[in-house]
């Protein structure tokens, strides 16, 4: 993403969370960054492409809260969570007013298909986050139970974040992610307890992720596996292969290294044959991959 097209996306997320998107004008956007109005239209075709761009990048700026930071790698995985709930939790309270909007303002048209592929995507990355966590501090004997924990943490999360966002109430996210692992303590020593069935499929989102953001990248794999040697040569098409497959077991992960997807992405552009470059792109962009 261009320094520019990044500091449009900002400046809109600053105004829609102070107005809303329908009180907020394009030319109060243009006017919190001093450029011609003419000049967003380079970017973006109007303010509702702008939104979905705005609510992209929040997703992701809180998608990047949740990644291991360098100076926490030593820590166990316990503490890894707690301290990735706090920051999760911490996101949400610097950014009420934005989901406040999101939240008075459902009519907002950006694209059911989208809003939807979206909200899917966010679902599924913050369930298998969690399961992830789960069964890294209780161990295998308790994967059978990992999608259970992590609906039923989530539930216990998400109210609490309601009723701050309602209520306009403001806790300490040290407290809330303390607060949150002793519970779900009590929920993992229940089901193992109980020895009852899972009631979820362990399963199933994570082959959701691995078929969904696998599937884009699918088409391009396949045409890189029938082009013969006279097409591309023997290293170079394996090269390809070996960095498509890489880059797809990436972005199937709860929380992708985007640095490293985009980089492998990048590499992808450079090696790939100038006839299979639109083929490639159209799966990058719809990866959020192309600048």
Known sequence: MSARKHQIIEAAMRCFARKGFHATSIQEIVDELGMAK?????????????????????????????????????????????????????????????????????????????????????????????????????????????????????????????????????????????????????VMAGFVGRGSAPLMDDEETKRGLDGEYGAALLEFVRTVEQSGPEELEPERRSDLLEAAGRLIEEIGQPIPDRILARSLYAYLKALCLPAWRARLEAAGAMLKLEP
């Open 38 to 186: 003419g000049s967003i239209y380079f970017y973006f075709k109007g303010k509702e492409e702008l939104l979905l761009a705005v609510i992209w990048h929040f997703v992701e700026r809180m998608m990047a809260e949740l990644a291991v930071l360098p100076d926490e790698r030593q820590l166990g995985p316990r503490e890894q969570f707690r301290l990735q709930l706090v920051r999760h939790f911490d996101y949400f309270q610097n950014n009420w007013e934005f989901l406040m909007m999101l939240m008075q303002e459902p009519q907002v048209n950006i694209g059911q298909e989208q809003k939807s592929k979206l909200l899917h995507e966010l679902r599924n990355r913050l369930l298998m986050w969690k399961r992830q966590y789960i069964v890294a501090i209780y161990g295998e004997a308790v994967a059978a139970y990992g999608q259970d924990g992590a609906h039923l943490l989530s539930g216990m999360l998400n109210e609490v974040m309601h009723t701050c966002l309602l209520d306009k109430r403001k806790m300490k996210g040290e407290r809330v992610g303390d607060y949150l692992l002793e519970r779900l303590d009590d």
